[in-house]
């Protein structure tokens, strides 16, 4: 079946570490996206790549680094330069067609101890 | 002002109630428009595209108005299981197809 993997479904982090965030998807999407999602509020878009090798900042991309050497995957890191990195991850994927929805994973859940 | 906004919520409504959703955006660039169901702790699922012409799927109707910049969605016979958070989702056709989410309505359907 096709679908999105995100792994792992959660995650504690020390203060100070780097954590990378598993993406993949075998829709053969070109289009990738990560948002994170604080409680109570909406999808904020950290990063999106719309083809191999490129990716582009979203809104709040500032401690955040992401690559894109594979169509399928799309994994994110949250450096230490993250200040409030507690909260729930989702990366999605959608073809180029403007007219297309985007697919999630299930999500991450960070928590840092 | 952000770019996608949606009615505060929560709204709390009985069982069989009709239910309407409200969202604008700001960016006439804005070329395609969902709207996502996402119940707690879980993935945004879409639930409905939301066409020119307005389009029906079942109990749910959703319009959309470009002039105004606005999109609704309207719940008819309100049930239970229909108790989650509403995202409205655009998305833009000059940058190559970025998805902009709303805040989200939480809904809360009561016996």
């Known amino acids: 079946d096709g679908g999105i993997t995100q792994s792992p479904k959660y995650l504690f982090r020390k203060e100070g570490q780097n954590v990378t965030l598993s993406c993949e998807q075998n829709?053969?999407?070109?289009?990738m996206y990560w948002y994170r999602q604080d409680p109570g509020q909406g999808l904020r878009l950290i990063y999106y790549?719309?083809?191999?090798?490129?990716?582009q900042k979203g809104d709040i991309a500032e401690g955040y680094s992401v690559s894109r050497e594979k169509k399928e995957s799309f994994p994110l890191t949250v450096t230490s330069a993250q200040k409030n990195p507690t909260a729930f991850y989702l990366c999605?994927?959608?073809?180029?067609?403007?007219?297309?929805?985007?697919?999630f994973g299930q999500g991450t859940r960070l928590t840092v101890v | 002002r952000k770019e996608v906004e949606q009615d505060p919520g929560p709204f709390n409504v009985p069982e069989g109630a009709t239910v309407a959703f409200n969202c604008t955006y700001s960016?006439?660039?804005?070329?395609?428009f969902f709207w996502y169901r996402q119940d707690c702790r879980k993935e945004p699922k879409l639930l409905m595209s939301?066409?020119?012409s307005g389009n029906e799927d079942g109990r749910f109707t959703a319009q959309l108005n470009r002039a105004s910049q606005y999109i609704s969605l309207l719940i008819r016979d309100s049930k239970l299981s229909d108790s989650a958070t509403y995202l409205c989702?655009?998305?833009?056709?000059?940058?190559?197809?970025?998805?902009?989410f709303g805040q989200g309505t939480e809904l809360s359907v009561k016996p």
């Open positions: 999605a994927s959608s073809t180029h067609r403007e007219e297309t929805e985007a697919f």
């Open positions: 829709l053969n999407h070109d289009a």
């Open positions: 790549s719309q083809i191999v090798n490129d990716f």
């Open positions: 939301v066409y020119s």
């Open positions: 989702v655009v998305r833009r056709g000059n940058q190559g197809g970025k998805l902009i």
């Open positions: 960016n006439s660039a804005s070329q395609s």
